[in-house]
């Protein structure tokens, strides 16, 4: 027994000095080996130093449930998660900035957020997000920035925000918001701004704002309001910038602006054809004013306005004679800034208002000007003609419902299988969407000549007669996006001349509907994403649409591009994202001139020649080429393309090399990430160009194997490259020697990451001959896949 005992004793002491042991060589392992070993997940990119993650275009239907809980930063852009159940980020409550875009979330569970009580950055943009209910947004107590841009968010139920008492910017463009509820943001006690741009807004309860005492900026620009919003506007005292542009407002009456602290009001792009001398009245503190590019021919001097600075003009059809005399008298006097020229007499056309004499501002004889007054008063006489017949109380069609002050009328989602008629005549904005009309005849809208937005979503429309528009005189915008359309007859848009936006996105429209468009000679953006277009097969494509600006294209079939079908003397923003085209349109673009933003990320382009894009190169300030399958650019592919590019975009793609990037001085944002980026001597081009550019960045090998993940600064293969000891002509590998190009340092946003996991490939050898000659190879017919989003 005691021989056991001793035995026992001995045994434990044993296993107590194992367990001090372990428990020692453990607690080792921790400080040694890095916190995210083993809970980064394989398809992720994680950088224990500053607890990032990212985990981008890797088809997630769920938030990864193995990431580390210490992560701060979390991106999960470009997946598949649809809905965001209850306690999604439950595992890891320590994140401060997280990017939810492109993951097609439809849905925001009740308390999905409630464990990020840390969180300060959100951002949800190019979702499928339709209603924001009350508990979306639960436990972001310390939330400041959430962007929801470029979502379907049509309704803002009350309460959806007072939990975020924090917030100073949130941010809701380009979604579907028609009305702004009262109390809408009610709990945003810190929010400076305000971004409610681009939506189909017509109208805003009287306390829509209210409890927005610290909002500062807000931006309503590209919406369709008809008239300024007085009383809402009043609730805004501490409001300094407003940016209205781009509204459909006619008039400003008198004390129309109250607002105590504002000093820029942005109301340009509108339809503004007078407005009272005391209209600003109420704005003290105004010192700079846009109302470039509306219909204005006279302007008072403005009562009110006591620091005004600048007054934009431009754009507008001013007539320089003597009733313009007090206006110049009143700027001189208080050193307001003129901008813009005048439209008028022949003799002072296109010349500057500022720079305009009182004695050249005459008047004709008062003969004439009487004569000229009556003649525009029987002109406007016979024009009002049609509208002024009916005296009658206004009616509405049935099952429909008419705000005759908002001059707005609604019959959405009604069951309607045939356009309504006797609307009220001052009707500005007509929404028919969802509906069943199948077959829209000829004259389907008589009495609505004053309507200018006009809604026709979601109603099955297979067939438009035509002249179905006829004596629609006013209307701007047009909205016939999801139906079912395949084709659009040459007199489909008849009788609606000041048509300037059309929507046609997400129809069945194989052609590009040049025809149908000959009579907009207005049109200034055109939608047509989302159809089956197949080609743009002839030169001058857009000649029946000259004053076209805007044209998307984006996720069509377009496999070819005829030269010149894309030239426009006024196009600066095109869209032909997730086509099928296997090389750049170069030949289709060849005289448009005008072209700010290209954007082609989707296609299945493997390789871009010499000179690509030249025949833009003098205009073109972004261009966007992400995922792609991109795997070669020719050393001359950006020729041409200088100071003026600001943005370049190539994340996603397989490149090993790039061409020289050193003209591009004037780039602000450059993302190369997701690229197996090759480190050899063909790649000093690059690293000499990262030396020149005052940012610290992350550049990663993914090629060849012994350097793979390692940063480019760091790999010492290029002390070794020849190009380092070369005379200042000699050329490395098919890449000029840039030794002797000093740009200047630039401050740049880079994205680049880590490459994706692949096969190592074997150190580059020099190309083909073959290959050299005949650059479109690899975008051969064997190589061409469709790469549709």
Known sequence: MSNLTNSTIKMCSFADCLSRWLVAVLMLLVILLPAQAGRCPRFCICDNSKLTMACIGKNLTQVPPTIDEITVKLDLSKNDIQVLPTHAFLHIPHLTHLTLQRCNIRAVREGAFRTLGRLVSLNLANNNIEILYQESFDGLSSLKKLTLDHNRVEEIQPGSFTQLGFLNMLSLTHNQLVYIPNMAFQGLHN????????NSLNNLAMEAFAGLFTLTRLSLDHNELQFFPTQTM??????TRLDLSYNPMTYLGEDTVSMPKLTHLYLDHMSLQDLSDTAMSQAPLLSHLDLSHNQLRYLEPLSGPMELARLNLTGNPIHCNCYLRPLKEWAKKGKVKLMGVCAGPPHLSDEPLEAVGPMELRCRSREDMIKEEFEEQEESRERALPTAKPKKKSKCP??????VKAQHATCENRGHTKVPYGFPSNTQ??????NHFHYIPRNSFPGTDQVVSLHLEHCKVREIEGSAFRGMKGLVYLYLSDNDLTSLGSETFTGAPELTYLHLEGNQLAMFPGAALAPLPSLLVLHLERNTIVKLEWAGQLSSV?????????NNTIATIAPGALNSAHLDTLHLGSNQLAEVPTDGLSKASSLTELYLSGNSIRWVGPKAFLPVSKSLKQLYMDDMGLEKMSRDSL???GSGLT???LGGNQLEELPDLSPLTGLEVINLAHNPLLCDCTLLPLRRWMENVSLKMTATCGHPPEFRGQSVRDVHVFKSCPGESASPGKTLKGFKDTKSIKPKPTL???????????KAKPMPTKPKAKHLKNPKAPASKKNKKTNKK
Do not use: E, H
């Not at 929010?191 to 681009?198: D, E, H, Y």
């Not at 009043?234 to 409001?239: D, F, K």
């Not at 000259?546 to 984006?554: A, C, D, F, V």
């Not at 740049?748 to 692949?758: D, E, I, N």
């Open 191 to 198: 929010i400076k701004w305000l971004r409610l741009s681009r």
């Open 234 to 239: 009043t609730r805004l005292a501490q409001v």
């Open 398 to 403: 049935d099952n429909c419902d008419c705000d």
């Open 429 to 434: 904005l007509l929404d028919l969407r969802s």
């Open 546 to 554: 000259p004053k076209l600006r805007g044209l998307y294209l984006t």
């Open 639 to 641: 020729a041409g393309l």
């Open 647 to 649: 943005t370049l975009s």
């Open 748 to 758: 740049l946003k880079v994205t680049m990451a880590k490459a994706k996991p692949g």
